[in-house]
Structures are given as structure tokens and as C-alpha cells.
């Protein structure tokens, strides 16, 4: 499956639009009330834990968005774009979401 964060892929032509196509992933509350309470520890440094974290939801996301564009038939996913928002209450979770069009090149 190629993903591609632009709506074309140079040097292909997109025969077949199949539609749009999400994978999302939610952080639990512990991660990221901890997260928020740590952040004003870090000053000047990264927390691998973290991003650790977060590229593991950002994973799940790619791999739910893939599948559900090889269920519709497609070879591709073009267009994508990825938001981060905090849900839940007192805003104790993080959703990952992908999104992108779905494409038979």
C-alpha cells in the first residue's frame, strides 16, 4: 500500500477513486495526564516515553487506515492528512486520526 500525504503520486496515474478512508487510535488517561503533568518538568528536553507513545497510536492509525483502502480494493491512499485532538473528560485522552483518499493506481 502506498501512503502519500499529496493528492497525486508522480509518475502515476490514478485510475480509480474507491473514497475516503480513516484509522484512529485513542490514548488512554493515564498517558497523557501524566504527559501534561511531566510536560513542565521538560525543559529543553523530549520525552521518549511519549513519543514512544505516540508514534505507536500514529501506527495503529496507518495500519486501520491501509486496511480499510485494501478492503475497497485500493492500491493507494493519497491525500492524507493526520490530526492529534484530546478527547474524553477534562481532556484525559489523545485520538490519533488518519484520513485520505483511497485510490487504485
Do not use: C, H, W
Not at 474507491?18 to 511531566?38: Q, S, T, W, Y
Not at 513519543?51 to 495500519?63: T, V
Amino acid at each position: 500500500m502506498i501512503l502519500s500525504t499529496t493528492p497525486t503520486l508522480e509518475g502515476k496515474s490514478i485510475r480509480e477513486y474507491k473514497g475516503i478512508v480513516v484509522g484512529e487510535a485513542i490514548l488512554g488517561a493515564n498517558v497523557f495526564r501524566d504527559l501534561f503533568a511531566g510536560i513542565r518538568d521538560i525543559i529543553g528536553g523530549r520525552s521518549g516515553a511519549y513519543e514512544k507513545e505516540l508514534a505507536k497510536a500514529r501506527e495503529i492509525a496507518f495500519d486501520e487506515l491501509s486496511e480499510r483502502a485494501e478492503k475497497l480494493g485500493a492500491n493507494a491512499v493519497v491525500g492524507i492528512d493526520i490530526d492529534y485532538e484530546v478527547v474524553g473528560q477534562n481532556g484525559s485522552m489523545l485520538m490519533v486520526s488518519i484520513s485520505g483518499t483511497a485510490v487504485v493506481i
